[in-house]
T-cell receptor, first 111, second 114 residues
């Protein structure tokens, strides 16, 4: 079983809709969770992190964490074509600040 | 802003060559990481370092070595490049002083081994 799992997609949503990206993880001791966005040919850039159960909002982005279900999600409101990218879920686990990445979900926002 | 730079954006090397990939960060971060990214496999950790002259193996260290002689610089070495090391290599750094220990990535080096 992979430690961090994401649906590879592509997830296709119309412009203006809400995109919902999901991620599950296997290590119950994980403390911090990250969402990165990666445009084709570029390096990952941090969108937001979350470490408490519940929701965390930042502009059009909302991260949701449910530690009991070992589930973290990212909602993108009012999706724009510029949001089209691969979204990587990452979980901080173990010692020495190791991040475990999911394989990413490709999001396509069409006009 | 955190800045992580990598010495090359693109590299083409021949099988058997020794390859050096350099990474420099300017935020006095203690932790530095080398990943490779391949389609369908995501980011996989090769090596990381949490202090000068310290190194720890990641998930796929075989065929690689690293060097960290100064806090700001972390080098990845391919002792004898092979075609299966063709990949995108990403360097990252983080600070243990941050609660969330966010990792910041460099622009990546796309390596082709012929």
């Amino acid at each position: 079983q992979k430690e961090v799992e994401q649906n590879s997609g592509p997830l296709s949503v119309p412009e203006g809709a809400i995109a919902s990206l999901n991620c599950t993880y296997s290590d119950r001791g994980s403390q911090s969770f990250f969402w990165y966005r990666q445009y084709s040919g570029k390096s990952p850039e941090l969108i937001m992190f979350i470490y408490s159960n519940g929701d965390k909002e930042d502009g059009r982005f909302t991260a949701q964490l449910n530690k009991a279900s070992q589930y973290v999600s990212l909602l993108i409101r009012d999706s724009q074509p510029s949001d089209s990218a691969t979204y990587l879920c990452a979980v901080l686990t173990g010692g020495y600040n190791k991040l475990i990445f999911g394989a990413g979900t490709r999001l396509a926002v069409h006009p | 802003d955190v800045k992580v730079t990598q010495s090359s954006r693109y590299l083409v090397k021949r099988t058997g060559e020794k390859v050096f990939l350099e990474c420099v960060q300017d935020m006095d971060h203690e932790n530095m990481f080398w990943y490779r990214q391949d389609p369908g496999l995501g980011l996989r950790l090769i090596y990381f370092s949490y202090d000068v002259k310290m190194k720890e193996k990641g998930d796929i260290p075989e065929g690689y070595s690293v060097s960290r002689e100064k806090k700001e610089r972390f080098s990845l070495i391919l002792e004898s490049a092979s075609t299966n090391q063709t990949s995108m290599y990403l360097c990252a750094s983080s600070s243990s002083a941050e609660t969330q220990e966010t990792q910041y990535f460099g622009p990546g080096t796309r390596l082709l081994v012929l």
